[in-house]
């Protein structure tokens, strides 16, 4: 049983290939996002896209393992499930929706079972800011990518 469901979203500078590109890149994780210490993609899809992911993440009580499976749903959702590791289950999604010119709304909805015992003293609070801060630290690498592309030349007649 999923204990922990939680959802957040946030408008992003930056258009939704952009960000579908962004969050499909894994092996940059571990340079934006401050919980992951190490990453492996272990397989692909044929088209070439991450199929089974590991990762290893410091959830500051202890650093856990697990491994991932997406599922792409081109051109703007992916979701994932845990297939092994650590913690007893996760499950989850990433969906853009455009959000007027060169923006992007994105909302990630995770569910997950520790699979271990952790008082809500502590709990509560991680419960309140992990996600939120995981999709944060993805809009912030996201606008960092738009803003280092070149704008498109436009012609003036």
């Known amino acids: 049983m999923l204990e922990h469901q939680q959802s957040f979203t946030t408008p992003i500078a930056a258009p939704l290939a952009l960000c579908y590109e962004t969050i499909g890149d894994f092996e940059a994780y571990p340079t ?6 190490e990453i492996t993609v272990r397989d692909r899809h044929p088209d070439g896209k991450a199929r089974r992911v590991e990762f290893e993440v410091d959830m500051k009580l202890r650093t856990v393992r697990y491994v991932l499976e997406y599922t792409w749903h081109p051109p703007n959702r992916l979701t994932w499930k845990m297939v092994e590791g650590d913690l007893a289950d996760i499950e989850g999604s ?3 929706e455009p959000d007027g010119p060169k ?9 997950i079972s520790l699979g271990f015992w952790v008082p809500s003293l502590i709990m509560r609070p991680i419960e309140q800011t992990a ?3 995981s999709v944060l630290e993805f809009k912030a690498e996201a606008e960092r990518l738009a ?3 070149p704008a498109k030349a436009t012609k003036r007649g």
């Open 32 to 37: 934006w996002s401050s919980p992951v210490t």
């Open 131 to 133: 996600l939120r801060q």
């Open 147 to 149: 803003a280092a592309r």
């Open 103 to 111: 923006r992007t709304r994105a909302t990630c909805s995770q569910a």
């Open 94 to 96: 990433y969906v853009f």
